[in-house]
Nanobody, 130 residues
Framework: HVQLVESGGGSVQAGGSLSLSCVVS????????MGWFLQAPGKEREGVAS???????SYADSVKGRFTISKDNVKNTLRLQMNSLKPEDTAMYYC????????????????????????WGQGTQVTVSA
């Protein structure tokens, strides 16, 4: 049973940084799409970044150059490094795992097909003040 647990959220000033982590209960990072999503109040969940089984990545236009998704296949940990944070980044952030069939695709494919993410963490709140 795959379980995801996020941590690292908090409140920061604009321009600051946060590092989010997601510990995965099963060694699947090298075998599936993994991703980070955000959900602002009253809004749908939106993709932030994805990383494929081979380590290739893809990002939402709004975070390119500021956020970095990475993973440690041995430690079973997914990470989102967030720099130059803006108030509009304020949201709940969720890590997610794709299905078993997502092995072998690119980060771009993972990001472009969010319906393939089926396992979700509980989320961690990020609040950025001006």
């Amino acid at each position: 049973h795959v379980q995801l647990v996020e941590s690292g959220g908090g409140s920061v000033q604009a321009g600051g940084s946060l590092s989010l982590s997601c510990v995965v209960s099963v060694a699947i990072l090298s075998k599936r799409c993994m991703g980070w999503f955000l959900q602002a109040p009253g809004k749908e969940r939106e993709g932030v970044a994805s990383i494929a089984s081979d380590g290739s990545t893809s990002y939402a236009d709004s975070v390119k150059g500021r956020f970095t998704i990475s993973k440690d296949n041995v430690k079973n940990t997914l990470r989102l490094q967030m720099n130059s944070l803006k108030p509009e980044d304020t949201a709940m952030y969720y890590c997610a795992a794709g299905g078993v069939w997502t092995s072998g695709y690119s980060g771009s494919w993972c990001y472009s097909n969010p319906g393939n993410f089926g396992t979700w963490g509980q989320g961690t709140q990020v609040t950025v003040s001006a």
